[in-house]
Nanobody
């Protein structure tokens, strides 16, 4: 059974960098064909796909967030990390890491992390 465990601060100051990590157990992040994905949901809004890193270390980003987003992995620790720079209150959301099977809709993961409520405030 694949499990995704999120970690990282729930409070980020405006203009600072949000950093969340997702540690995976029960499967390797280098196993094909999976996309290790970050998704968020703001209050009153639907799910928003942020981006993903693939089993082969290719990265993909939402055009609206690409300039501020990085996703990278540490295969030695079997984890992947999201960073969003220059955050504003509009970045406040519940952030999820997830595993999406290749060929499947990016907002229909097989497995989800527990979610991290991120607040942007001083």
């Amino acid at each position: 059974q694949v499990q995704l465990q999120q970690s990282g601060p729930g409070l980020v100051q405006p203009s600072q960098t949000l950093s969340l990590t997702c540690t995976v157990s029960g499967g390797s992040i280098t196993t094909g064909y999976y996309f290790w994905t970050w998704i968020r949901q703001s209050p009153g809004k639907g799910l928003e796909w942020i981006g993903a890193v693939s089993w082969s270390d290719s990265t993909y980003y939402s055009p609206s967030l690409k300039s501020r987003t990085s996703i990278f992995r540490d295969t030695s620790k079997n984890l992947f990390t999201l960073q969003v720079t220059s955050v504003t209150p509009e970045d406040a959301a519940v952030y999820y890491c997830a595993r999406v099977r290749g060929g499947h809709t990016r907002l229909s993961p097989e497995y989800w992390g527990q979610g991290t409520q991120v607040t942007v405030s001083h």
